[in-house]
Structures are given as structure tokens and as C-alpha cells.
């Protein structure tokens, strides 16, 4: 019997930190404000990256937790770059200001998918458990555009927040954003607890 060959995946998605600045209630990664103890270090993160690269992979996501919570993080993302690796980036958006938004510019990032729970702030910040979350995310975003690094808006669908979809996609046209993408709330991490009857019903 012949072995089939064994074609690299496109897509790997990396989880560089569990560290992060918010509290969100529909975490999978359950993040926190000291992250995970047994984070792969700098060099061993490189090191991933250049297996990676062996493989050829099509395109690397790096998210968490909040990426930029992690010290390293230009550095991760511009050896990967280096590697030639398209490297893109899933954030809450609070971090980035302009100079942020140049510096990963600057390290070879493509683009970045800043996550927006509700076309609104109200809605937004309850799920991310800080008030002023949404008008932040939204700074980044114009900071992004600024400096003329792409980006779009991740939404997680609830039975909350179903309603405010065409408002989200009217939010990303006045925002200048690439995409905006929606996706299934993951009963993982706090989610499963504290995001239950949040769950859209099948079918």
C-alpha cells in the first residue's frame, strides 16, 4: 500500500499567551491577567515558527489571551515574517495606537482581526467586562487604518446579539475594516459557564 502524502495545513493558529487585558465572559482560553506559567519562551516560540516553515504553512494566526500582552510579541511575529510566513493577528484592539499600529506594521504583520461583541457599547463591554472596551477597540482600528495595515471585525454570534448583525456590518463599512466575520460562541473555558443561555439553539 502506498502512504498518501501528507499535505501541510494552510492555517495554524497560534495561542502565544494566555495573559490578557480584559476579563471576558465568553473566553475558550479563559485568559487572565497573569496568563499560564509554562508559556513557551522566546527561543522556543522561534523554534515552532521554524518548524512551521518547514512545512510551509499558508498562514499563521497569532492571538491568546491578548498577544500584545506578551513582551516578545513584535519579535515573535517578525520571525515568522522573516520565515516567510504570512502572519496575521487576532487581538481585542485596546493595545494599539498608532505607534503600536506602525511597529507591527513594521514587523511584517498583514493583518489584524479585532474582536467586537455588539454593534454598541452597552453590549460590547458586557462581554468584555470593562466599560470604555468598545470605544478603545475602535481607536485601534482607526489606528490601523492610519498607518495603512488592513484589518477586520471577529464578532461572536449570542441570542443576544444575533439581532445587531446588520448594524455590525454597517460598523465595519464606516470603519474602513477589510471583513467582518462571525463565529459560534465556543462553550469553553468561562464560556461554559458563565455564557450557557447565551448559546444559539440548533437548526
Request: charged share 25%; glycine share 10%; net charge negative.
Amino acid at each position: 500500500m502506498n502512504e498518501k502524502e501528507v499535505k501541510p495545513p494552510f492555517l495554524v493558529s497560534y495561542s502565544i499567551t494566555t495573559k490578557c487585558n480584559l476579563t471576558c465572559k465568553h473566553c475558550y482560553s479563559d485568559a487572565t491577567k497573569d496568563g499560564a506559567p509554562d508559556e513557551l519562551t522566546t527561543e522556543e516560540a522561534h523554534r515552532l515558527i521554524d518548524d512551521l516553515a518547514g512545512w510551509r504553512i499558508g498562514l499563521l494566526v497569532l492571538d491568546g489571551g491578548e498577544p500584545l500582552c506578551r513582551d516578545d510579541f513584535l519579535e515573535i511575529a517578525s520571525h515568522a515574517s522573516k520565515r516567510g510566513i504570512r502572519t496575521v493577528v487576532g487581538s481585542n484592539g485596546t493595545l494599539i495606537n498608532e505607534e503600536m499600529a506602525r511597529k507591527m506594521a513594521g514587523a511584517g504583520i498583514k493583518s489584524v482581526a479585532i474582536s467586537i461583541d455588539g454593534a454598541n457599547a452597552e453590549t460590547h463591554d458586557t462581554f468584555r467586562g470593562k466599560s470604555g472596551s468598545f470605544h478603545e477597540a475602535l481607536a485601534g482600528a482607526s489606528a490601523l487604518k492610519t498607518v495603512g495595515l488592513p484589518f477586520q471585525f471577529n464578532m461572536v454570534i449570542t441570542k443576544g446579539t444575533l439581532s445587531q448583525i446588520p448594524d455590525m456590518l454597517k460598523l465595519a463599512v464606516e470603519r474602513g475594516a477589510n471583513a467582518a466575520e462571525f463565529f459560534d460562541l465556543i462553550e469553553a473555558g468561562r464560556a461554559k459557564d458563565e455564557c450557557r443561555d447565551d448559546v444559539l439553539d440548533p437548526g
